[in-house]
């Protein structure tokens, strides 16, 4: 009787078991019709020059993700974008066209876009430099940023009038948000109805043939990146109504000379005169209660903190501000004079600003610079916060801050000096012009990405006796060529040479372990042990 009892059991156990693998097989079954049909089918076919991509969510639904011209396609013809393809039988539905899916496509002049296409991809038409005319489908209900960049032949844009989403009201040949009278692309054609609201991001990206714009009032907000790359624009006037600029809305406007800031501006984002290497004069009305360009500085200063969160070459930090935020990324200063008032500095405040001289006020009670040293210093002159091409690091200091050097070292070798002891991370990162770098043995640290990105970069002998050599120190130094590690040195750390191309000669101590991956995607690598 026991022994008929053990097997009723075992049966029951049996028959949840398989019931419990049918489940678990129906489950996997039902995920399969969506992501494994997805990865079975590879994601991606081509069908009459164009490459679609397939959605792991929608197995009917495909993106064109590129386009690939078949012999004898004449530039005068109409490039017609499907909204549907047969592939291997099977009917499938373009629901977007991808990012950047034409770039570049010089012979294409007119196109039409297929009704039943939803989205446009950012930048999907960038560098067709022949498009002359564009017409933009019912379907359409999202065009993203930069998406006719380049383009300096476009003068058409065409909406449906049956689109209930997007139009291109008044003949303006701009894409425009019918509901909230946002304006998302423009062509070298565009001009702005005045019942626009907000210039949306990307708007005007690298429309180079623009040289004078009025932006009607009425508009209210100014999008990231809304004039980026506009290399022409010497003149912008901003309405009396704007209170919203995005960061980076002017970046790369190469040849603006001068902005005014309305007095009902309320948010600027950072970064916005990045390598606008003509602008000299930045001045916010002076009834504007957030921000102000006190004593003539040329700059752009938050009034209610004193902080500087714009700024051109000809800008002064003038006393008063106590710190900077995002402002000077890209803008040509050649020197730097740091004011008494200022408590709060980082060394990537100056990036790519190809500094020559740097000064701060004997009055600083946080920071000094001593005569000659072109360096910021902190009081106990310690530790070096800032540096440029020119400086000279002064004796005493014992830590190079984060960001210190970050692409401002201007000279090939770099012979860090005797008693320094620590490098914080990406302190010498992004140095186009280093080639040669001796580590000295007081050094005990040296930080994470410290010299990432140094293109140029060729030989590095380290004579200090580390503990251990960082994740990506040297990481992605596509000439580095020769690297000498000091004896003493504990540790190589994974990805620490990560991805240097060229590194064929690498001496490291017996004694150094040198943990798997730490020379990842160094093909040429050749470690001798010594």
Not at 217 to 235: K, T
Not at 289 to 310: H, K, Q
Not at 341 to 361: A, L, Q
Not at 434 to 440: R, T, Y
């Amino acid at each position: 009787m026991k022994r008929i009892f053990v097997c009723l059991i075992l049966a029951v156990v049996a028959v949840v078991g398989k019931a419990q693998e049918q489940k678990k097989d129906s489950v996997c079954s039902r995920r399969e019709c969506k992501v494994c049909a997805w990865y079975r089918n590879h994601g991606s076919f081509w069908e009459n020059g164009f490459e679609y991509q397939s959605y792991y969510y929608d197995t009917l639904a495909v993106s064109i993700k590129d386009y690939k011209c078949p012999r004898g396609e004449k530039s005068d013809s109409v490039f017609n974008i499907p909204a549907s393809v047969i592939h291997g039988g099977t009917t499938y539905h373009v629901e977007s066209i991808s990012t950047r899916a034409f770039y570049g496509l010089s012979f294409v002049r007119s196109v039409v876009i297929g009704d039943g296409i939803e989205i446009i991809g950012e930048e999907a038409f960038k560098f067709c430099t022949n498009l002359e005319s564009v017409y933009i489908p019912a379907s359409v209900d999202w065009v993203r940023g930069g998406v006719f960049g380049s383009c300096p032949n476009l003068r058409k844009i065409v909406v449906s009038e049956q689109n209930k989403t997007l139009d291109s009201r008044e003949g303006c040949n701009a894409v425009i948000g019918t509901e909230d009278n946002i304006l998302l692309a423009t062509c070298p054609g565009t001009k702005i109805p005045s019942s626009v609201k907000a210039i949306g991001e990307k708007a005007f990206y690298r429309q180079g043939t623009f040289e004078d714009i009025i932006i009607p009032d009425g508009v209210e907000s100014i999008g990231s990146d809304a004039f980026s790359h506009c290399s022409n624009l010497r003149y912008i006037s901003l309405p009396q109504s704007l209170r919203r600029i995005g960061h980076s809305a002017f970046e790369y406007c190469c040849s603006l000379r001068s902005l005014r800031i309305p007095k009902n501006v309320e948010y600027i984002g950072g970064n916005n005169f990045a390598f606008c290497d003509n602008l000299t004069s930045v001045v916010v009305d002076p009834g504007n209660p957030v921000y102000d360009s006190r004593e003539n500085c040329n700059a752009i200063i938050r009034t209610a903190d004193s902080t500087l969160i714009g700024g051109c070459r000809s800008s002064i930090i003038v006393d008063g501000v106590r710190r900077i935020d995002d402002s000077f990324c890209g803008v040509p200063l050649r020197s730097v004079h740091i004011p008494k008032s200022m408590t709060d500095i980082h060394g990537t405040e100056f990036y790519g600003c190809e500094i020559d001289s740097i000064t701060v006020d004997e009055e600083n009670n946080v920071y000094n610079s001593p005569k000659g040293s072109n360096a910021i210093l902190t009081k106990d002159g310690k530790t070096l916060v800032m540096g440029c091409r020119n400086t000279e690091i002064p004796e005493g200091v014992e830590i190079i801050g984060p960001d210190a050097f970050n692409g401002s070292v201007g000279r090939p070798i770099l012979l860090i000096p005797e008693g320094i002891k620590e490098i914080w991370p990406y302190a010498f990162c992004n140095n186009d012009l280093l080639e040669e770098v001796i580590i000295p043995r007081s050094v005990d640290s040296i930080g994470y990405y410290v010299f990432n990105y140094c293109n140029r970069l060729l030989y590095v002998k380290s004579l200090a006796p580390l503990e251990k050599i960082m994740c990506s120190t040297f990481s992605n130094c596509p000439q580095l060529h020769s690297v000498d590690i000091a004896e003493g040195t504990k540790k190589i750390c994974k990805g620490a040479f990560f991805n240097c191309p060229k590194l064929k000669y690498v001496s490291i101590p017996l004694s150094t372990e040198v943990e798997e991956g730490a020379f990842k995607y160094c093909p040429m690598v050749e470690i001798k042990r010594k």
